[in-house]
């Protein structure tokens, strides 16, 4: 692990450097799957470095209606929700139902229209690198990874920049190995490591994952 405290010039950078942690998977039998919509920018230069298929997991964070940055829960594009039963709890069984409800029919939508005219190749029995620009919390991660796991991958791996000391305690039970740039004890939210962290628009996640797979895809 980096010792020091860091920060990426941008999420390009933070993919190259992420992927020269992964060179020993590049011509393996891999697929990079990231999680919309900054991971996709990170993982399109690991899975490039690595000459891999990229893929995404679309999860969607739910945010307590008061306080939309605090994610209560998250769920994925298959419906599988993972939350933080304290704060979930807080709102009342309906209003959270609902906020669920929402947050998949969402998922879904952006997920059938990132990969709209695209193949990816069949994920089961290859190595799956999970790709994010950050983990915080770790509820969208476990979330897609829920996705993820009845495609039955040979081995998953999760590999993000930054993310809080604790996250390798946190992730134990839910990967095969994980891949960080930097832990840190003092961690405050993604953004702080990152010199330039705009919001990545649809276009340029349609974009990447085009680019990224264009010798594989059908186009519509």
Not at 60 to 83: C, L, S, T, W
Not at 99 to 116: M, N, P, S, T
């Amino acid at each position: 692990m980096i010792a020091a405290p860091i920060t990426f010039k941008n999420r390009e950078e933070a993919g190259k450097l992420l992927a020269k942690r992964l060179k020993n998977y590049a011509k393996k039998d891999v697929v990079v799957y990231a999680l919309p919509r900054g991971g996709v920018v990170v993982a399109a230069e690991v899975a490039r470095v690595l000459n891999v298929p990229l893929d995404i997991l679309t999860a969607r964070k739910v945010g307590h209606p008061d306080f939309p940055e605090f994610a209560i829960a998250a769920v994925g594009q298959n419906g599988y929700v993972v939350k933080n039963k304290e704060a979930a709890s807080s709102i009342g069984e309906d209003k959270f139902e609902k906020l669920v409800e929402d947050a998949q029919i969402e998922a879904r939508r952006r997920h059938g229209l990132y990969l709209k005219g695209i193949r990816i190749p069949e994920g089961a029995g290859k190595i799956a690198i999970v790709v994010d620009d950050g983990l915080a919390t770790g509820l969208t991660v476990r979330a897609a990874l829920s996705d993820l796991k009845p495609h039955k991958p040979k081995k998953i791996v999760l590999a993000v920049p930054v993310a809080p000391d604790t996250a390798a305690d946190i992730m134990a039970d839910e990967v095969d190995d994980f891949v960080c740039l930097y832990l840190d004890p003092n961690f405050v939210s993604i953004s702080t490591y990152y010199e330039e962290f705009s919001q990545i628009s649809d276009e340029i996640v349609i974009e990447l994952l085009r680019a990224a797979n264009k010798k594989k895809n059908i186009n519509s």
